[in-house]
């Protein structure tokens, strides 16, 4: 009896009620005026971005990518996202399991701490930073003692990125795990588990699509992030400017054929996360919707 209410309640949600149903002409209208911001704000400005990077031909294109510097720039941004994006995993799993596991004092001030970065200006951020590690900064005699560089080196283009960037993981985790609760792990270990078998065995392969999008989210800000490392990277060409940063400086010298050449690998890399972020989404809904089918299944059986 209950496996049927449930069913029924089910598929009586799939649709909208009738009573909060719009006119259609009023439907139109707010799916016109979505269609139209999206092709002005998004599908314009992309289509724009490509028009300019061929518009020299092929040639130009190609050459405006294997320069020296443009190859230097994206090996760093690889790089970047390489080094900053794990980082992000272990610290976003972590804060997660914190939260949504245990009780402890503090806990509202590390969720508060997690939105931080998206409340403070990524140049804000960057400036913190030379604040720290900078000649007149906190540890900059010290740095400058022992020829340790963080400002204008690697070093600081990572800690600014992975600084942007460490909500995603975490915010994607925070809300999943605290949906699934604790019944799972419990009893595992009421069998006998231990913790990190636990981990390993129960929690992983319940957020295992939550984390990738996660992964997904936070490599795409990696790496098309420009304020905090503008400020920490110094421009050093060939050494410490990555794509964006590339980018604005060949607009600058009025390369645009370039500009835009280098611009629609980052656009390219937006697509290719939208498409890879979408294939997740089903993915996820579709394990969602067998475990539904799986509970009710069982429960038509029990009842």
Not at 75 to 90: C, D, G, R, S, Y
Not at 197 to 214: A, E
Request: hydrophobic residues 55%.
């Amino acid at each position: 009896m209950a496996g049927q209410v449930a069913a029924n309640f089910g598929t009586a949600s799939s649709e909208p009620p009738k009573h909060i149903s719009e006119p259609r002409g009023v439907q139109w209208l707010l799916i016109g005026t979505a269609l139209l911001f999206l092709t002005l704000l998004l599908v314009l400005p992309l289509a724009t971005v490509f028009i300019q990077a061929f518009r020299k031909g092929w040639e130009v294109y190609i050459a405006a990518l294997t320069q020296k510097e443009a190859l230097a720039a994206i090996k760093l941004t690889l790089t970047t996202a390489a080094i900053a994006v794990p980082l992000n995993v272990i610290f976003g799993i972590a804060a997660a399991w914190a939260i949504t596991k245990f009780r402890f004092r503090g806990k509202n001030v590390l969720i508060t701490l997690i939105d931080l970065p998206f409340a403070i200006s990524p140049v804000i951020a960057g400036l913190v930073f030379v604040l720290l590690f900078g000649a007149q900064g906190w540890f900059g005699p010290f740095l400058a003692e022992n020829d340790i560089k963080i400002l204008f080196a690697l070093p600081g283009i990572v800690l600014a990125t992975v600084f942007v960037t460490f909500p995603f993981v975490a915010r994607e985790l925070i809300p999943l795990m605290q949906s699934q609760g604790t019944q799972e792990e419990e009893a595992a270990a009421t069998l006998g588990a231990k913790g990190w078998r636990i981990f390993w065995k129960v929690t992983i392969p319940n957020i295992k699509w939550g984390l990738l999008y996660g992964i997904i989210l936070c490599n795409a800000r990696a790496m098309g992030e420009f304020g905090a490392v503008s400020v920490v990277s110094g421009h050093i060409r060939g050494k410490t400017n990555t794509v964006p940063l590339h980018i604005e400086i060949l607009y600058n010298e009025y390369q645009f054929a370039a500009s835009f050449a280098v611009a629609s690998l980052l656009v390219l890399l937006a697509v290719l996360t939208l498409i890879v972020k979408s294939l997740v989404e089903w993915k996820f809904h579709q394990t969602s919707r067998q475990n539904a089918e799986t509970g009710s299944n069982s429960l038509n059986g029990g009842s």
